[in-house]
């Protein structure tokens, strides 16, 4: 079974550092593109980022390009996202999702998400 | 730059057919896919590469391409289907996200 499991979310005030995880489990994790999406309180789903497979070439948001950093690490099987000078506006739910077999660019496996809240 | 439109809500009367547009420039060029997502929960892919339902989505949901729309459409649509959609697609090397429809079925 595919699970997807995002861990490392909380409170941050304005300008700080936080790195969210994502353990994913049940299929081969080297061989997928995977992406983040945040949910705003209320809004909708946005894009953040993606990294292909092995982790050679990444995208971002221009709302967090300079901000942010995906990465992975296959050995252990797991997503990160590095997120530094964190604004109120970064508040949301952020999800970790597979991308579909072969690089397909639809999201068929998502997390539970973690929820990162900025406020002083 | 590319954005993708969708009509904020839609309502619909049980076991009737439910239409959510979702429109961008050239849309019809590049894959939709499409997203269920009850409150409190993650999304689900319900409909990708424009009209193919993965494993476990009842047959009631279909989509289409062509021009600059994409369509999801619900076939008997039932209380349980009662949820926000949200089209995606891939362009420039980026994902796009239409910003939701509020499907309500009363």
């Known amino acids: 079974e595919v699970q997807l499991v995002e861990s490392g979310g909380g409170l941050v005030q304005p300008g700080g550092s936080l790195r969210l995880s994502c353990a994913a489990s049940?299929?081969?994790?080297?061989?997928?593109?995977m992406h983040w999406v945040r949910q705003a309180p209320g809004k909708g789903l946005v894009w953040v980022s993606h990294i292909n497979s092995d982790g050679s070439s990444t995208t971002y948001a221009d709302s967090v390009k300079g901000r942010f950093t995906i990465s992975r690490d296959n050995a252990k099987n797991t997503l990160y996202l590095q997120m530094n000078s964190l604004r109120a506006e970064d508040t949301a739910v952020y999800y970790c999702a597979r991308d579909g077999i072969g690089s397909t660019h639809y999201f068929d496996y998502w997390g539970q998400g973690t929820l990162v809240t900025v406020s002083s | 730059s590319y954005e993708l439109t969708q009509p904020p809500s839609v309502s619909v009367s049980p076991g009737q057919t439910a239409s959510i547009t979702c429109s961008g420039d050239?849309?019809?060029?590049?894959?939709a896919c499409w997203y269920q997502q009850k409150p409190g929960q993650s999304p689900v892919l319900v409909i990708y590469?424009?009209?193919k339902r993965p494993s476990g989505i009842p047959e009631r949901f279909s989509g289409s391409n062509s021009g600059n729309t994409a369509t999801l459409t619900i076939s008997g649509t039932q209380a349980m289907d009662e949820a926000d959609y949200y089209c995606?697609?891939?362009?420039?090397?980026?994902?796009?996200f239409g910003g939701g429809t509020k499907l309500t079925v009363l």
């Open positions: 050239k849309l019809g060029d590049k894959y």
């Open positions: 995606q697609a891939w362009g420039s090397s980026t994902v796009l």
């Open positions: 590469q424009d009209d």
């Open positions: 049940g299929f081969t994790f080297s061989s997928y593109w």
